[in-house]
């Protein structure tokens, strides 16, 4: 059953970063295009991810010999709601500081945390995530990429297979890959396991996917027989499935699940406070920050469980499952409310953010998990299947 949410508060220490944070930006991102802020945490600028790392903003969470900063979820709770909440263009570290650092702090060896982990934090590293496959999708349990072992005198696995739907596999080092290491896809949650694939390695293909909005953000990855050394296995043989479920939980609770339509938002604030009436506006401004002040502090509570050492696998499918939701709805409800002020005209900045994210907001509910499975998950969590 769902554990009980308890309302959580960030502490001062942690609070206090958020000055610093909003300074850095307000300089930083100062002339960029709302449109382009749209795009923050797909939005893909290595130096960017750099200057954070020179500033010990990466890794907020990891232990200082590895070079983080032991500050916690909550630190990086609002290092996350400032970066998003300006647009900035997080991409190329995401998903390494996200999620696939945490992965290894917990289930790696000690070699692998002294290689990975300083080089995440130094912004020298990027990883992507291969989950999905073609004919799988969501359901990670039908996985059928395979490794097997080469041989007995040599270790290292041989890996043949496909991803897809793998966010910025074609810019990143490496990928951290569910894989199926004993049986068959009719085993579902038994016999995979987690590979760190070098995707510089031969018999690694990697193909951008163009949206549509012609960005190449996504990728299908391929291998074939990719020689992976014995230690690319994350944790223990056949415990994958454990492990990426405590991983998602990382993926799904941030405030990236609620923030992707702020630069819409702030650049249709900024035309209605030109506007002599604004009675409209109010109340779909109103529909909004009421979800979102739930939605806030929902989030904050699972950030709380992840920093009692928690995995809120069923909380944070709650979180994503809704958050998205009211992320497609922001570029509706905007819309609509432009349209009933058909006769004012609407400056073309505001126009293209609108039009962007009313094409990528279908995705909002694919990426991580599609609705029906994060429901799924939740009907368990609840007890109800």
Same mark, same amino acid.
């Given at each position: 059953m769902i554990d009980t949410l308890e309302l959580s508060t960030i502490p001062s220490a942690d609070e206090a970063l958020r000055a610093e944070v909003r300074t850095f930006l307000a300089d930083t991102l100062d002339g960029l295009e709302p449109d382009e802020r749209a795009r923050s945490w797909m939005?893909?600028?290595?130096?960017?991810?750099?200057?954070?790392?020179?500033?010990?903003?990466?890794?907020? /969470?990891?232990? &200082?010999?590895?070079?983080?900063?032991? &500050?916690?979820?909550?630190?990086?709770?609002? +290092?996350?709601?400032?970066?998003?909440?300006?647009?900035?263009?997080?991409?190329?570290?995401?998903?390494a500081d996200r999620q696939s650092a945490p992965l290894i702090l917990k289930y790696g060896s000690p070699a692998?945390?002294?290689?990975? +982990?300083?080089?995440?934090?130094?912004?020298?590293?990027?990883?992507?995530?291969?989950?999905?496959?073609?004919g799988a999708g969501s359901d990670l349990a039908g996985i059928r990429t395979r490794a097997d072992p080469i041989s007995a005198e040599r270790g290292g696995w041989r890996l043949n297979g496909s991803k897809i739907w793998t966010t910025n596999a074609h810019r990143s080092h490496y990928m951290i890959a569910l894989v199926r290491t004993s049986g068959t896809p009719e085993d579902r949650h038994q016999g995979l396991s987690q590979l760190i694939v070098d995707l510089s390695l031969p018999g690694v293909t990697v193909r951008p996917i163009q949206d549509l909005t012609g960005d190449a953000h996504f990728s299908e990855v391929f291998f074939d027989n990719v020689e992976l050394p014995a230690d690319a296995l994350i944790g223990e043989e056949g415990a994958g499935w454990a492990q990426v479920n405590a991983e998602l939980a990382f993926e799904r609770s941030g405030p990236e699940r609620l923030y992707s339509s702020m630069a819409l938002l702030e650049c249709w604030l900024t035309h209605c406070r030109g506007l002599s009436d604004n009675t409209a506006s109010r109340a779909t401004l109103g529909a909004i920050l009421s979800q979102m002040a739930v939605l806030r502090a929902l989030s904050l509570a699972v950030a709380g469980k992840l920093a009692a050492g928690a995995s809120p696998a069923t909380e944070a499918a709650l979180v994503k499952d809704l958050g998205?939701? +009211?992320?497609?709805?922001?570029?509706q409800l905007i819309g609509d409310a432009l349209g009933r002020q058909a006769d004012v005209p609407t400056p073309l900045p505001l126009l293209r953010t609108l039009a962007y994210l009313e094409q990528?907001?279908? /995705?909002?509910?694919?990426?991580?998990? /599609?609705?029906?499975? +994060?429901?799924?998950?939740?009907?368990r969590g609840l007890g109800l299947r």
């Amino acid at each position: 059953m769902i554990d009980t949410l308890e309302l959580s508060t960030i502490p001062s220490a942690d609070e206090a970063l958020r000055a610093e944070v909003r300074t850095f930006l307000a300089d930083t991102l100062d002339g960029l295009e709302p449109d382009e802020r749209a795009r923050s945490w797909m939005g893909f600028d290595a130096g960017f991810s750099r200057q954070l790392a020179e500033r010990g903003w990466l890794g907020l /969470t990891l232990p &200082r010999e590895y070079g983080g900063a032991e &500050r916690g979820h909550f630190a990086r709770f609002v +290092l996350s709601e400032e970066l998003l909440g300006a647009g900035a263009p997080v991409s190329a570290h995401w998903i390494a500081d996200r999620q696939s650092a945490p992965l290894i702090l917990k289930y790696g060896s000690p070699a692998q945390r002294a290689f990975y +982990l300083p080089r995440i934090c130094r912004a020298d590293a990027f990883f992507c995530i291969g989950m999905s496959e073609p004919g799988a999708g969501s359901d990670l349990a039908g996985i059928r990429t395979r490794a097997d072992p080469i041989s007995a005198e040599r270790g290292g696995w041989r890996l043949n297979g496909s991803k897809i739907w793998t966010t910025n596999a074609h810019r990143s080092h490496y990928m951290i890959a569910l894989v199926r290491t004993s049986g068959t896809p009719e085993d579902r949650h038994q016999g995979l396991s987690q590979l760190i694939v070098d995707l510089s390695l031969p018999g690694v293909t990697v193909r951008p996917i163009q949206d549509l909005t012609g960005d190449a953000h996504f990728s299908e990855v391929f291998f074939d027989n990719v020689e992976l050394p014995a230690d690319a296995l994350i944790g223990e043989e056949g415990a994958g499935w454990a492990q990426v479920n405590a991983e998602l939980a990382f993926e799904r609770s941030g405030p990236e699940r609620l923030y992707s339509s702020m630069a819409l938002l702030e650049c249709w604030l900024t035309h209605c406070r030109g506007l002599s009436d604004n009675t409209a506006s109010r109340a779909t401004l109103g529909a909004i920050l009421s979800q979102m002040a739930v939605l806030r502090a929902l989030s904050l509570a699972v950030a709380g469980k992840l920093a009692a050492g928690a995995s809120p696998a069923t909380e944070a499918a709650l979180v994503k499952d809704l958050g998205t939701e +009211l992320e497609q709805r922001i570029p509706q409800l905007i819309g609509d409310a432009l349209g009933r002020q058909a006769d004012v005209p609407t400056p073309l900045p505001l126009l293209r953010t609108l039009a962007y994210l009313e094409q990528i907001a279908p /995705t909002f509910s694919l990426r991580g998990g /599609t609705r029906e499975i +994060l429901r799924g998950i939740i009907a368990r969590g609840l007890g109800l299947r």
